[in-house]
């Protein structure tokens, strides 16, 4: 159903002649269903957008385990720096860390790999692009 609405640029600039009362209805709808989904998912794209952490996580998805010194060596960064970025990621389940005698390595979770493949894949392939 559309209805026609009264132009009324001097209160909000709308130039928009009809409204479409169902797609708003059901973009409502939509958003509000999603509305968890969409506050997690804006929670774990903030972590990741901090340079540090998506090389980080970049490099853990490429080499698969990596302890703190390597990543350390890698990012030209001290140890304890790196090792607050992996206990944030760690924190929010993006990595994970396994222990073998005095080293603990980090890995990228599987449940992230799907959510951060498109961002990799850009870096991968399309680095002019950004």
């Given at each position: 159903?559309?209805?026609?609405l009264w132009?009324?640029?001097?209160?909000?600039?709308?130039?928009?002649?009809?409204?479409?009362?169902?797609?708003i209805?059901?973009?409502?709808?939509?958003?509000?269903?999603?509305?968890?989904?969409?506050s997690?998912?804006?929670?774990?794209l903030?972590?990741?957008?901090?340079t540090?952490?998506?090389?980080?996580?970049y490099?853990?998805?490429?080499?698969?385990?990596?302890?703190?010194?390597?990543?350390?060596?890698?990012?030209?960064?001290?140890?304890?720096?790196?090792?607050?970025?992996?206990?944030?990621?760690?924190?929010?389940?993006f990595?994970?860390?396994?222990?073998?005698?005095?080293?603990?390595?980090?890995?990228?979770?599987d449940?992230?790999?799907?959510?951060?493949?498109?961002?990799?894949?850009?870096?991968?392939?399309?680095?002019?692009?950004?």
């Amino acid at each position: 159903m559309i209805y026609y609405l009264w132009f009324m640029e001097e209160e909000n600039n709308c130039i928009r002649k009809e409204a479409d009362l169902n797609q708003i209805k059901r973009c409502r709808q939509q958003i509000f269903e999603a509305e968890e989904v969409v506050s997690t998912l804006t929670d774990k794209l903030s972590l990741v957008s901090n340079t540090t952490r998506l090389k980080i996580l970049y490099v853990l998805q490429a080499e698969e385990r990596l302890c703190v010194c390597d990543l350390s060596d890698i990012l030209n960064m001290t140890i304890p720096a790196v090792s607050q970025h992996l206990r944030k990621l760690k924190d929010r389940d993006f990595v994970k860390a396994e222990k073998e005698g005095q080293t603990i390595f980090y890995s990228l979770r599987d449940d992230h790999r799907e959510l951060l493949a498109p961002f990799f894949n850009l870096l991968n392939h399309q680095p002019e692009t950004i």
